[in-house]
């Protein structure tokens, strides 16, 4: 049966953990929706994961539609979230809903994702009025990359932590339907899930967060530009990959590859005649 928002509610009231992975793609999406897995983010992870850029500050609103479909396509139980890139949100309460419609009818996601605490509240209270369910990201919020200075633990400070729990209210009462919390330190992030009657969802936040999330290539080993300290490998994946594309290099180059097994027959008298 498909996951929706209300599978997330009740899991919140019933005290079950949530389970969410980043995909995107089509084949990707389809074994993670295979595995069980609650949700599938299409997150802008996609610029560093599939793009290869340094940041997640190029993605485009045409590369998460482009990728949530072929996500959607996979996923047939799994709730889709898919993020709003940057700047498709931040500009104005009018852009925000225009483009998270076009995520939704163009990308067929269940529901999107937008980074921020109070400052994106309007924005998520219209977005969840057109009838478009939000879950909200705060603690480190990637795309606010050059306004932290990098990749760092949030909510350390007694402000920052006051900060970072006025900004979880402000989602909630927005609308948003859960919240992911980024890199944020386990106590804070228990403080908070306590508080909140939305499920938190971490990432970094420790293990007592109502579900969590990673990025597939992270717990697969098969993205090592960068490892966070909360990502733990489940398979190294990469390393069987690139063995794999070694010994299919060597058996092309050396003859074992192809045998007649994997080829097709045509009568004899076929091709002789073309000789
Ligand atoms: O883009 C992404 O993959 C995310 C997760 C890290 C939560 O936002």
Redesign the pocket.
């Known amino acids: 049966m498909k996951k929706t928002v209300v599978t997330f509610a009740k899991a919140k009231q019933e005290g079950t953990k949530l389970t969410?992975l980043?995909a995107y793609d089509y084949s990707t999406a389809k074994l993670i929706d295979e595995a069980g897995v609650d949700s599938i983010?299409v997150?802008?992870?996609?610029g560093n994961?599939i793009l290869g850029y340094e940041d997640?500050l190029s993605v485009t609103m045409e590369d998460m539609i482009h990728h949530g479909a072929a996500v959607a396509r996979g996923a047939k139980e799994a709730l889709v979230v898919i993020?709003m890139p940057f700047m498709s949100y931040q500009t104005s309460v009018y852009d925000a809903v225009v483009n998270a419609g076009r995520l939704m009818k163009e990308g067929r996601a269940q529901a999107v994702?937008l980074?921020g605490g109070s400052e994106v509240a309007p924005q998520i209270k219209a977005i969840t009025a057109a009838g478009i369910p939000v879950m909200a990201?705060i603690g480190l919020t990637?795309q606010s990359i050059n306004a932290f200075g990098g990749f760092k633990v949030q909510g350390k400070t007694e402000a920052a932590a006051k900060k970072l729990l006025e900004d979880a209210f402000a989602v909630q009462e927005a609308g948003a339907f859960a919240v992911?919390l980024?890199c944020v330190p386990d106590k804070l992030a228990k403080l908070v899930t306590d508080k909140l009657d939305i499920p938190t969802?971490g990432?970094g936040a420790g293990a007592d967060c109502d579900g969590q999330?990673?990025?597939y290539a992270d717990m697969l080993g098969m993205f090592s530009d960068f490892t966070p300290k909360f990502v733990k490998r489940f398979a190294e994946t990469g390393k069987l990959m690139t063995e794999a594309f070694k010994q299919y290099n060597d058996q092309v180059k050396s003859g074992v590859y192809p045998t007649k097994e994997h080829t097709y027959a045509i009568d004899d008298e076929v091709i002789e005649k073309l000789y």
């Open positions: 969410m980043t983010l997150g802008d992870s996609l994961v997640t993020d994702k980074e990201h990637p992911v980024e969802i990432i999330v990673l990025v």
